[in-house]
């Protein structure tokens, strides 16, 4: 379908910055619509972090607005995440994800394996 692989993150003090990319490979007739990132921490339900569309449209979450960017590259199938001015409740596992149609014309979803990000002093 559309494989993602995860790269970024690890160690940050607070107020300080980290880069998450995620690069997507869809196969012959897959063509991603939406990417982004979610977070996910242990017990809880996953929450949306940041989404762009192919027209350019982000999604953020109340809590990293003026702080994360989002950005993609839609000819590479690429998507950063520019994380600025970090705090300690950011730490989680961040996961990539692809929403995307498929040859037969519907639609799905993918998601990386997650990556860890650690604000701490």
């Known amino acids: 379908q559309v494989p993602l692989v995860e790269s970024g993150g690890g160690l940050a003090q607070p107020g300080g910055s980290l880069r998450l990319s995620c690069a997507a490979s869809p196969g012959e007739g897959f063509m991603i619509y939406v990417m982004g990132w979610y977070r996910q921490a242990p017990g809880k339900q996953r929450e949306l972090v940041a989404d762009l569309n192919t027209v350019g449209t982000a999604e953020y979450a109340d809590s990293v607005k003026g702080r994360f960017t989002i950005s993609r590259d839609i000819a590479k199938n690429t998507v950063d995440l520019q994380m600025d001015s970090l705090k300690p409740e950011d730490t989680d596992v961040y996961v990539c994800?692809?929403?995307?149609?498929?040859?037969?014309?519907?639609?799905?979803?993918?998601w990386g394996q997650g990556i860890q990000v650690t604000v701490s002093s």
């Open positions: 994800c692809a929403l995307f149609y498929g040859p037969g014309g519907g639609s799905g979803d993918s």
